[in-house]
């Protein structure tokens, strides 16, 4: 990605006051890798422009144990916090003596998560947990600083939605459309989140190297139009508020029924014997996808009984949410779902053992044993 400094510069130091509240004097605390594009803007370039301290902590949020970013945050009194969705899923799933206690709304402010959408569950669970307000903001590599955001200037502080990522921040002429068409969909309706040219400052300005790679990709998407395509679904609802649903690529394909990752996913979470999950499409002769579920449970089912107990309660989760056509075809409890070390689930990687292919090497992963835990689940269901 290729962006120019000057326009970099004001983006990041308007969003921290804009969109993340900041002030100077005070600390930010993102929980991200500090080479991904997060750590760039939200560890290093956004708060440090702003006149913020910024604490960089390396590791997942359970070592040495699910309390340590809380511990953080009290001792150095972060009065903002960034992560992402699938981390706050593995605190969720923690020991809740590790939080019960705490004044965490004594400095901490907001906590802001992106990266990929917020089921409802976790935010519910972060909102009561930690005491503080949650807010999902949403953006990409390629834009360096939100899309979306539940914080804008010149608004009044709106009434959040649980699974919603807000509103367009300034500068972004957004448009939902069709897929196939271009055309923009109707409220409700699902389609593709795009952008009207020019894309504001901060977003990439070209492929280093290769504008034409960088027309062809973002660009080409729809018939004679000019959008930015994001390649992710959502959806926008009556008043405005826009939900994000996943990548577009990330949709699994039942007998024609097109279902998106997410909200299986959030379906499967919700039930009451889950810590988190995620969900893959994976190739069948007959329907063209089955979705396939790696779950891991909150207690470790110990007979054969409980485990075909909380396996056909989460299928029957899954119908009732959504419809039967969701209902995971196979479901595999592991200890643990291979994500990197900013957070980010590695779904491609779990499609790739389930269909039988090598993902080959992963820098990024945080544990490289949970992706054998895949392997080896993956093989005894096969």
Not at 254 to 268: M, N, P
Not at 303 to 321: C, F
Request: glycine share 10%; charged share 25%; proline share 7%.
């Amino acid at each position: 990605m290729q962006r120019d400094t000057g326009g970099h510069a004001v983006a990041l130091e308007a969003s921290m006051r804009h969109v993340f509240q900041g002030e100077p004097g005070e600390t930010m605390f993102t929980g991200s890798d500090i080479g991904w594009v997060v750590g760039h803007s939200y560890i290093v370039y956004g708060p440090l422009l702003h006149g913020m301290a910024a604490i960089v902590y390396e590791g997942l949020p359970i070592r040495p144990d699910p309390g340590i970013w809380w511990d953080i945050v009290e001792e150095h009194d972060v009065t903002t916090m960034f992560t992402a969705p699938t981390a706050i899923r593995a605190l969720r799933g923690s020991d809740p003596k590790y939080i019960e206690g705490r004044n965490l709304g004594r400095t901490l402010r907001n906590l802001f998560l992106a990266g990929e959408p917020l089921d409802a569950p976790t935010y519910e669970w972060a909102s009561e947990s930690l005491g503080v307000t949650v807010r999902d903001n949403y953006w990409q590599t390629e834009t360096g600083w939100p899309i979306l955001s539940t914080l804008l200037p010149g608004l009044e502080d709106v009434a959040l939605k649980p699974g919603s990522a807000g509103f367009p921040c300034a500068g972004y002429d957004v448009r939902l459309v069709h897929e196939e068409t271009g055309e923009e969909v109707e409220q409700g309706e699902r389609g593709v989140l795009t952008i009207q040219p020019p894309l504001p400052p901060g977003c990439m300005s070209t492929i280093w190297g290769d504008d034409e790679r960088f027309v062809e990709t973002y660009f080409t998407s729809f018939p004679d139009k000019q959008l930015y395509s994001t390649f992710d679904w959502a959806t926008r609802d009556e008043e405005g508020y826009f939900f994000m649903m996943g990548r577009s690529d990330d949709v699994i394909n039942v007998a024609g029924h097109r279902l998106g990752t997410r909200e299986i996913e959030e379906s499967i979470s919700s039930n009451e014997g889950v810590a988190e999950s995620a969900v893959i499409g994976v190739k069948d002769e007959d329907k063209g996808q089955v979705v396939y579920a790696y779950v891991v449970p909150k207690e470790d089912p110990e007979t054969n009984e409980e485990r075909a107990e909380l396996e056909q309660s989460i299928k029957e989760t899954v119908a009732d949410d959504i419809g039967a056509i969701a209902r995971p075809a196979e479901i595999h409890f592991v200890g643990a779902l291979p994500k990197t070390r900013s957070g980010k689930m590695l779904r491609r990687a779990i499609q790739d053992l389930a269909e039988d292919r090598d993902p080959g090497e992963i820098p990024t992963i945080e544990d490289p044993s949970a992706l054998d835990n895949i392997r080896a689940v993956s093989a005894k269901g096969s």
